[in-house]
């Protein structure tokens, strides 16, 4: 490994350290913003810039109902009741790069990618241990209480506060068992890249059960359930199975946990939500710092209730840009997911964890455009890697018919 290689392994790697345990690490999400643009996205976006040099047009026709997205987007702020340019202008540079950067590093250095995307989840992982442990042994919460449950603050010591909430947990710990996977599955064998996945995602497994959101468990499923149906693998329905035996054991031991709260009062959020999207259902409200409180009556009570988002990613989306923003924001990723599908591409596991991360945010999702955020693990990474998964596995040598090696590693 040569000496740039080893700067640009640390480089990513302790970007990747941020991207997913920075949410935890951080009391407020400015700063970290402002460490992830100095240190990940501005030598990102010279980084992509520089590699997609050769080929701008092509890299633009590639990319094409991204950029549309992204500048719609963008410029329906103008339209906003209360625009923010400066947002929604760092969430186009951020995203955009994003995917820029994944297509670029994936041409140039891929191994060195995927190893410091597995050292980055299993950093994230460990920082996720490090809040379970100060919030059951430090604070001494009991076993049966929900991690971060009522949105409290614990201030640990002078570097551990533990501020984050449940729905940001969810939503950032979501997909990356899967993300971990996809990683190793691209790296030279080695008894540490077999053991490295497993090692996070119990890790991350455990913390989710502690987080105790019933979307999550959903999600979960929903990602390993993909698995099965695009490989054809009947090995993969184990993960599947375990899944639901962890559910099962929570009917049978404490039900409570997933019964106690109904459905959260998400279908009348949800019909208020649809009442305000159909009065500007083409092209949405145009984006804007916050939705406008959702006013209900509980269906449990009868009593009034105000919520500050839909709890729905979709109907935010919807909302927000309308069923044209939906349209384009389809556009980014479905056509790499019905590639993903072909036998020449080894991409199923990030279309597994794109599917995690689209099911979790059925339930959860808040704002449908921002820069840096928690709900990013659950939609934007997902998709820039299954994009750029995909287009790497164009550029190869399609394998031959009946080869037996395509997938081998997934």
């Excluded at 997933?258 to 083409?282: D, L, Q």
């Excluded at 939705?291 to 449990?300: E, N, Q, S, V």
Aim: proline content about 6%.
């Amino acid at each position: 490994m040569t000496r740039k290689e080893k700067l640009l392994l640390v480089w990513m790697t302790v970007s990747f350290c941020l991207f997913f345990g920075g949410l935890l690490m951080f009391d407020r999400r400015p700063r970290l913003l402002n460490v992830l643009d100095a240190l990940f996205f501005v030598p990102a976006f010279i980084y992509a810039a520089r590699v997609h040099l050769d080929d701008v047009l092509g890299f633009l026709k590639r990319n094409l109902w991204l950029l549309v997205f992204l500048v719609f987007a963008t410029v329906s702020t103008f339209f906003a009741d209360q625009p923010n340019l400066t947002r929604f202008t760092r969430a186009f540079f951020q995203i955009f790069t994003l995917f820029a950067f994944s297509q670029a590093i994936l041409r140039t250095h891929a191994t060195l990618f995927w190893r410091a995307l597995l050292l980055g989840i299993l950093f994230g992982a460990l920082v996720a241990m490090v809040d379970f442990y100060c919030y059951y042994f430090i604070v001494d919460r009991p076993f049966s209480s929900q991690l971060y449950g009522n949105f409290e603050v614990f201030h640990i010591n002078r570097f551990i506060t533990l501020s984050t909430n449940q729905l940001y947990a969810s939503m950032y710990f979501v997909t990356l068992p899967f993300f971990a996977f996809l990683a190793a599955s691209r790296l030279p064998r080695s008894l540490m890249v077999r053991l490295a996945p497993y090692a996070a995602t119990l890790m991350i497994v455990v913390y989710l059960i502690a987080n105790q959101r019933r979307s999550t468990l959903v999600a979960l499923v929903a990602g390993c359930l993909i698995l099965p149906l695009v490989t054809l693998k009947k090995k993969l329905i184990v993960p599947l199975v375990l899944v639901g035996v962890i559910i099962g054991s929570i009917f049978v031991i404490s039900p409570d946990i997933i019964m106690e709260r109904g459905a959260s009062n998400r279908f009348a959020i949800w019909t208020e939500t649809w009442h305000a999207i159909t009065e500007h259902p083409v092209l949405g409200h145009a984006m804007a710092g916050e939705m406008p409180d959702i006013h209900i009556i509980r269906p449990d009570n009868g009593k009034p209730d105000v919520y500050s988002h839909p709890h729905n990613y979709y109907l935010s989306l919807l909302y927000y840009l309308g069923f044209a923003g939906l349209l384009l924001w389809t556009l980014i990723w479905l056509p790499a997911a019905l590639r993903s599908l072909r036998g020449e591409h080894r991409a199923h596991l990030a279309l597994a964890a794109l599917a995690t991360g689209l099911t979790a945010v059925l339930f959860d999702g808040v704002h449908p455009y921002t820069p840096f955020m928690y709900n990013w693990p659950s939609v934007w990474i997902p998709m820039a890697l299954l994009v750029a998964c995909t287009q790497r596995d164009q550029r190869a040598r399609p394998t031959p018919p009946g080869d037996g090696h395509a997938d081998a590693r997934e």
